[in-house]
């Protein structure tokens, strides 16, 4: 018979980083606000933790990051005047940011790495299983990553994790884990985990990527956790030692994602979620796309 395991409600966005890959439009504006066409990278993130049934949000933020409160907060003034001037489709828009969830905020006093950043919700989070989502990885809603994470672990309780297949000279810039297979073609129970290997040390292709469901196990661990690689707390480390021992908070398993994610974190990639995300855009995919081919023919 199938266990089952408490409702995971709680979200976790860490969104404390300086954003040094974007300066200098980084220098006064939090990466998290950059646009994505026309809405900010961290709105698509709270979307998808809403969307997946996780309404009560926690925001782990630092100095400079004020902006992100403003975001998902009314904007009293800007609504009446676009109410107005009878502008109800921005009015809506703009209001959208601000009832998408219950929005809590702490911040992060030292950048001392992911591992700490997830510890900083431990009073808010308590002792239920909670969702970690970090802002440089956008899911695309149509392949969606978070809901089927959540399945897994209320099934099966303990931790999972996103993964992903990468070409091996990539590995190095992700967290990787050693796997053995379920059976369930997506699903896999990690056995081993470690921080950008290199890749003649990789115990696979598959990559960490932004999405975590994790047993709030997790929370001594970090407490415990020496800083690791950078000289930071790593939740990887953590959750290596949750994989090393069922019985301190549960089996980690993974899934493997094949969907459409946009990384945001690196500039290149940045460029090409925009571009992909307005080409799919019915109000500005057909003209965009038209220009687009327009200018590339130009340049070849």
Same mark, same amino acid.
């Given at each position: ?9 709680? &979200?976790?966005?860490?969104? !404390? +980083? /300086? ?8 220098? =006064?504006? *939090?990466?998290? #606000? ?24 926690? #925001? ?28 109800? !489709? ?22 001392? @790495? /992911? ?5 900083? &919700?431990? *009073?808010?989070? @308590?002792?239920? *299983?909670?969702?970690?989502?970090? +802002? ?5 809603? %149509?392949?969606? /990553? ?30 990787? !884990?050693?796997?053995? *297979? ?25 990559? $960490?990527?932004? %999405?975590?469901?994790?047993?709030? &196990?997790?929370?001594? $661990? ?8 950078? @000289?930071? $707390? ?15 908070? @549960? ?24 571009? %992909?995300? =307005? ?22």
């Amino acid at each position: 018979m199938t266990q089952s395991h408490p409702r995971i409600s709680k &979200a976790v966005i860490p969104a !404390a +980083g /300086l954003g040094t890959r974007f300066l200098p439009a980084t220098k =006064a504006t *939090p990466k998290e #606000m950059l646009p994505v066409v026309d809405k900010p990278a961290i709105q698509y993130v709270v979307e998808e933790a809403v969307t997946a049934g996780l309404s009560d949000v926690l #925001m782990i933020t630092g100095r400079n990051k004020r902006p992100l409160e403003d975001h998902f907060d009314r904007n009293y003034e800007l609504e009446s005047a676009l109410t107005r001037k009878g502008d109800a !489709a921005r009015l809506k828009k703009v209001q959208e940011s601000s009832d998408l969830a219950t929005m809590h905020y702490v911040r992060q006093g030292d950048p001392r @790495g /992911l591992g700490h950043a997830v510890l900083c &919700a431990a *009073p808010h989070v @308590g002792d239920q *299983p909670f969702a970690v989502l970090l +802002g440089d990885d956008l899911i695309d809603p %149509r392949d969606p /990553l978070l809901a089927r994470m959540v399945e897994i672990q209320e099934r099966e309780g303990g931790s999972v994790i996103a993964l992903m297949e990468v070409a091996p000279e990539q590995i190095h810039q992700y967290g990787c !884990a050693a796997v053995e *297979p379920t059976a369930e073609g997506d699903v896999v129970r990690i056995t081993g985990l470690v921080e950008k290997p290199e890749a003649d040390e990789a115990p696979s292709n598959l990559a $960490i990527i932004g %999405r975590y469901v994790l047993d709030p &196990a997790v929370f001594e $661990i970090l407490r415990r956790t020496e800083p690791g690689r950078g @000289g930071e $707390i790593q939740l990887t480390d953590a959750l290596q030692l949750l994989a090393e021992d069922e019985k301190t908070g @549960g089996p980690v398993h993974g899934v493997v994602f094949k969907g459409r994610r946009y990384d945001t974190g690196d500039r290149s990639d940045y460029l090409r979620a925009i571009v %992909r995300l =307005a080409c799919e855009r019915e109000d500005l995919g057909p003209d965009f796309k038209t220009w687009l081919r327009s200018y590339v023919t130009e340049e070849m």
